[in-house]
């Protein structure tokens, strides 16, 4: 078979949520199944690092598409060209968009339906076009694959896609979080905090990820409690972030808190596996890679009581109305006043390894596959992929 997919989130260090379920699902997969050949579809020139064997070809198709106009003609006229030529058997597109102007067999990933419930997260033209368009890519997709219980359930309510069309598969987390020793952590706290314990936030600073109520909450605690901990926020400013500015400018507490900007991963997993608790305030998830990396590294977390979070989270989390900050600083306090019982119970959280891996991602991948096209045989084992 030759298959097509999508893979324009595929940028040399500078990875997020589908970019990361791009690169692990897409290495597995081409690694399991080298008798077929994958043709990845970038719309900038292609890093070779992301070539990921001798059955992947590379493609640069133009225009980037990085502005709603150009996602309309990148999907609708520059892919059919490169279909038309290639004649591909399947489509595989990671990031919830397809083509309406080809008939190709796609399996079409739906990671969540965010701008549905926030429409005001994002700019006003980006809006526009997801609440015309993803409707009637959900419609057109031969299968759907998404990442948790709650965003089918949302695709079923809100898009009125039958059930049985849609496969769940949740995300892993890269296999580099793990707990580090004590004398590592206190090397990455001397580097960023003066070598003082710190909550953390992973992940773009942007309205749904609710970043302001945080820094809010996190100037509460301290005003309330007698603690030395700092705040690190370790993600790349997104859009709409004046209000979280604002909300920066007003804290009596402000120069305790550090702002990374967006780390590289070899990186960003020590300073992941050295906090003291990872707190993710975030108003909606269609799942929450980074508390899935947290979890990977025995490290509490405290999050939202929405959407997917709590299917994410585990029992072990702290959690949180996102909306008051007077409950986000109390389950932060609670947290400081049991720290001992909850590192105990992240410490002993084996179990998340076996639930979210991006093996049995691309398991769940390959089965919709296999049932979308008889050619695509499902492997008894995967390949170990370094």
């Keep these: 078979m030759l298959i097509a997919v999508n893979t324009r989130f595929l940028i040399k260090d500078k990875l997020e949520g589908i970019g990361w379920f791009t690169y692990e699902t897409m290495k597995r997969l081409t690694h399991n199944h080298p008798e077929h050949t994958f043709l990845f579809l970038f719309d900038r020139e292609p890093d070779p690092g992301f070539v990921f064997g001798k059955n992947v070809k590379p493609i640069r198709v133009w225009p980037p598409a990085r502005h709603p106009y150009l996602w309309k003609y990148w999907f609708d006229y520059a892919l059919p060209s490169v279909f038309k030529r290639y004649k591909p058997d399947l489509f595989i597109s990671t990031d919830g968009f397809l083509s309406l102007k080809s008939d190709i067999p796609t399996l079409l990933v739906v990671h969540d339906l965010g701008f549905e ?27 759907i694959i998404t990442v948790s219980e709650f965003s089918k359930k949302d695709i079923v309510k809100l898009y009125h896609v039958a059930p049985d069309k849609i496969d769940v598969a949740y995300n892993g987390a890269n296999d580099k979080y793990i707990p580090i020793s004590q004398n590592e952590q206190q090397a990455v706290r001397n580097r ?15 309205p749904r990820k609710n970043v302001k109520n945080l820094l809010l909450a996190y100037d509460a605690l301290r005003k309330e409690h007698l603690t030395e901990h700092q705040l690190v926020i370790a993600g790349r400013m997104a859009w709409k972030i004046d209000e979280t500015k604002q909300a920066f400018e007003q804290m009596q507490f402000k120069n305790d808190v550090v702002f990374t900007n967006h780390l590289l991963l070899s990186e ?18 269609g799942f929450g890679i980074p508390i899935v990396e947290a979890r990977y590294c025995g490290v509490p977390v405290i999050t939202s009581d929405r959407s997917s979070l709590t299917e994410v989270g585990g029992p072990n989390a702290l959690y949180f109305d996102p909306d008051r900050v007077d409950l986000i600083k109390d389950a932060m306090k609670l947290f400081l006043l049991d720290r001992e019982n909850y590192h105990a119970k992240a410490k002993k959280d084996v179990s998340v390894r076996e639930v979210f891996n991006w093996d049995k991602t691309v398991s769940s991948i390959e089965s919709a596959i296999a049932s979308m096209d008889s050619n695509f045989v499902k492997p008894r084992q995967s390949v170990e992929v370094a």
Excluded at 118 to 139: E, I, Q
Excluded at 192 to 206: A, E, I
């Design 192 to 206: 960023y905090t003066g070598g003082k314990p710190y909550f953390l936030y992973v992940g773009s600073v942007h």
């Design 268 to 285: 960003l997993t020590k300073v992941m596996a050295s906090a003291d608790a990872f707190v993710y305030p975030s108003l909606f998830e």
């Design 117 to 143: 419930h926030y429409p005001d997260h994002v700019t006003g033209s980006a809006s526009n076009f997801y609440r015309k368009y993803m409707p009637l890519y959900a419609k057109k997709a031969t299968r």
